[in-house]
């Protein structure tokens, strides 16, 4: 069974609903053990999970770690919300250290801009050239999850008729996107050691592919995904990806052709999906057509049913799917709440509740 771990990245807000810059005051208070960080700004914080091979024990980690978050910005007077972008005007802080504020010198108002949030997926490989099979199998998937996840409408105040504002935020950096077929490990680091020879990026943790192999761990890493409000669909997304993760290694492994889909295409796919989120169409990875939402994520479910099947998820998947898609992803739910409550401060405060209901 692949393992599969989670990073979140949550605004620390105040009670008007305005990104607060406490997340040292946080950090600080924490108890030995806590799988805590700080990220880019000092309006947000980092959680992370352990690798787990059950996604029962994934939901249960990806709660405690949103539970923990909570408390200790409540500590520090203010609340957790798990938006990718703020629905209310922000003036964002970097956050000490050196290579922040190289960030902030090298990449300027791309840098001080960056307060969004992310869901960032890590799935077990056996070896980079497993790994790399994948990357090159799974991408014209991902808009399907840019859809599902998106939770950014909102950006200084205004509705920004996007579903995922934050990849489009995102997509500033000038390393970020889709690629270009890899067909081996070999392939994979020749271009990343081309990218970094340039002196455009400061180091290796600025490859910000859409998916890429982690630095860190043997692992395959989806970073696609908005942060998401609920934490059910947090949990569905990790399952989803590995599934797309071992669906696959599968293929590759019985000789089947990786994805020829350009990337030019998989721009325009994941523009479209983070512009339409579920209630429009998006781009068919079969025909590369339109087709509505709901049809697309369905052949995703159909794509990975084999694999969801084997690990045992596949009704936990097709519970969380079918209650996503009836009350909507987060740009949907924050939208209905700005339209029953009137007020970018009641939609922040009613989702800082349900990032830890």
Known sequence: ?????????????????????VSGVVLAALPDGSTLEKELHREQLEIATRPRTTIEGLAEEVRRWRGEAAAGARRAGAELAALATSPLPVNPSINSGDRYRRLEEEFGLTALEQLTCGCHVHVSVDSDEEGVAVLDRIQPWLPALVALSANSPYWQGRDTRYASYRSRVWGRWPSTGATEHFGSAENYHRLVQGMLATGTLLDEGMIY??????????TVEVRVPDVCLEADDTVLIAALVRALVETAAREWAEGGPADDTGVGLLRLASWRAARSGLCGELVDPSTLTPASAETVVRALLTHVSEALRDSGDMELVKEHLEVLLERGNGAHVQRELLRRTGSLRGVVEECARRTVA
């Open 1 to 21: 069974m692949r393992s599969v771990g989670v990073e979140e990245e949550l605004l620390l807000v105040d009670s008007d609903g305005t990104p607060r810059a």
């Open 209 to 218: 592919f859409d998916a890429r192999l982690s630095r860190h761990y043997p």
